[in-house]
């Protein structure tokens, strides 16, 4: 079991730039790829943002690209994301997500920190 608690949202100008944190606890979590996901106000769906697998490779939504940055600290169980050049298109809550599949899927998410971004 693995529990997930995110912090570091809040209300930014365009432009500007925060830092998402999301604190694990429970074992293992070196075995976890680890994501963040967002979901839109109105949005159904959530758009994966941002991945960082066990090996330290990384993958970004396309709309993120070059302006976030994913990265993960095994020794203290956290994974956080640089947000950069916020854009009011950013806004949404953002959950942190921690993902293995051995044979079964494990799959974990965090309660979600809001994001705005006004236009």
């Known amino acids: 079991q693995v529990q997930l608690v995110e912090s570091g949202g809040g209300l930014v100008q365009p432009g500007g730039s925060l830092r998402l944190s999301c604190a694990a606890s429970g074992s293992s979590f070196s075995t976890y790829t680890m994501n963040w996901w967002r979901r839109a106000p109105g949005e159904q769906q959530r758009e994966l943002v941002a991945c960082v697998r066990t090996d330290g490779s990384t993958i970004y939504g396309h709309s993120v690209k070059g302006r976030f940055t994913i990265s993960r600290d095994d020794a203290k169980s956290t994974v956080d994301l640089q947000m950069n050049s916020l854009k009011p298109e950013d806004t949404a809550t953002y959950y942190c997500?921690?993902?293995?599949?051995?044979?079964?899927?494990?799959?974990?998410w965090g309660q979600g920190t809001q994001v705005t971004v006004p236009s």
């Open positions: 997500n921690a993902r293995r599949n051995w044979g079964i899927l494990n799959d974990y």
